[in-house]
């Protein structure tokens, strides 16, 4: 074994509980360093610990991918479930369009343009993508 694999695994021995999900509880394990990391470390790129949020991070979605895959869901669908979550009716969009409009959408009789997706995403305050 050279010098460099032995220095390797004394750090990896260390560090491999923390960037290793493979159950999980060690999901969960995961989950609860990354809310400490983001409390502490936020968007500050020159914390010490960034680079391990962001690591964290792409391992947690990793795992969420791989062992819980989001469904498949229609914009209708996704806007029909923030509705339901919001306590909504059709006419409290009126951002979107008119009631009618909103009716068509849910009853896909009309697909979401650009503009009210934006618009959406705005208002429940996720990422646009979620509606495509």
Known sequence: MSIITQEI?????????????RSEQEY???AARLNVLIDEVGTDESH???DLLDTL???IHAFEEQHEPMP??????VLRFFMDE???VQSDLSEIGSQGV???ILNGKRELNTRQIRL???????SAAVFI
Request: net charge negative.
């Open 9 to 21: 695994q004394k750090h990896w021995l260390a560090i491999q509980p923390i960037l290793s999900i």
């Open 28 to 30: 969960d394990q995961a």
């Open 48 to 50: 010490p610990f960034y």
């Open 57 to 59: 991070g792409t391992l």
């Open 72 to 77: 498949e869901c229609s914009g209708a669908e």
């Open 86 to 88: 919001h306590n909504l």
């Open 102 to 104: 909103v009716s068509e």
């Open 120 to 126: 959406l995403a705005k208002r429940f305050n996720v």
